[in-house]
């Protein structure tokens, strides 16, 4: 009898990981907007949905917007900018820029479809409309990237994964590579983002220049021990300086 249940889960198992297999070949697409191969789950429609969703509560963690309304404005001012000179214009998504109150967390983030935030503590270190410009257009290149998308996708993937390969024994090893697949795509995706914003500064008329003194800026706020949150799951910072030249080197010869 339990070697017929064996067999049983054992089967069930191998279906579910078949199964997640073969949905997760049928999510890959082109982005249109990178020329990159990604799974993807969610349509545009479902990620603003999604952003729509959570932006309340993720301004409420920070303690709500900012109440300098030249501030915001400014804010709107270079993010809109940013979307108009650029294929972020093209894109179904719904750009909102925000300011978080928040004046102890240096970081900047953006929700699926199009929700994007800077906190107070890292706006009040930018020295020049440049270097805002370099951070909004950062955050829209992880809206365009779908980067969210992908890791929703990645996600659901290995959760069906790891319901399989429980039944014969696996889930701790699915669980431990999809964990460390996550996290090379999450580094993967903040210098596709670094670049694509190189691209929108250029394309709005920003010095591009100026994304080497925000990673100079988040480099320095860390100090020898402390990791500001936009930075925790990135690539050093040193790292991403050079990958910058080189986006700027490549998109200046383009034009």
């Not at 240096?106 to 409309?129: D, H, R, W």
């Not at 959760?159 to 014969?168: D, S, V, Y």
């Not at 925000?214 to 790292?239: C, W, Y």
Request: glycine share 10%.
């Amino acid at each position: 009898m339990r070697r017929g249940n064996f067999k049983v889960r054992l089967i069930i198992g191998l279906a579910i990981v078949a199964f997640a297999f073969v949905r997760r070949c049928s999510q890959q697409e082109v982005n249109p907007y990178t020329g990159r191969t990604q799974a993807i789950s969610l349509s545009p429609e479902q990620e603003i949905a999604i952003g729509l969703q959570s932006a309340p509560g993720m301004a409420q963690q920070h303690g709500g917007l900012h109440p300098d309304n030249r501030y915001q404005a400014l804010v709107d001012d270079i993010g809109n900018k940013l979307v108009q000179s650029s294929i972020a214009k093209n894109t179904p998504y719904k750009y909102e820029f925000h300011l978080l109150a928040d004046e102890r967390t240096i970081n900047a983030f953006a929700l699926p479809g199009g929700q994007i935030f800077i906190t107070y503590a890292l706006f009040s270190k930018l020295e020049n409309q440049d270097q805002l410009a370099g951070v909004l257009g950062h955050e829209i290149g992880h809206v365009l990237g779908k980067h969210s998308n992908e890791r929703i996708t990645n996600s659901k993937y290995w959760q069906t994964l790891i319901m399989g390969a429980g039944a014969i024994d696996m889930g701790a090893v699915a669980q431990q590579i999809g964990q460390g697949t996550l996290l090379k795509n999450g580094r993967g995706d903040e210098l596709e983002s670094d670049e694509l914003g190189v691209h929108f500064m250029i394309d709005a008329g920003y010095n591009p220049e100026e994304m080497i003194g925000v990673m100079k800026i988040l480099k320095a706020a860390a100090g020898p021990n402390r990791v500001p949150e936009f930075q925790s799951t990135h690539p050093d910072p040193e790292n991403r300086i050079e990958h910058i030249k080189e986006s700027i080197r490549k998109y200046k010869n383009a034009s």
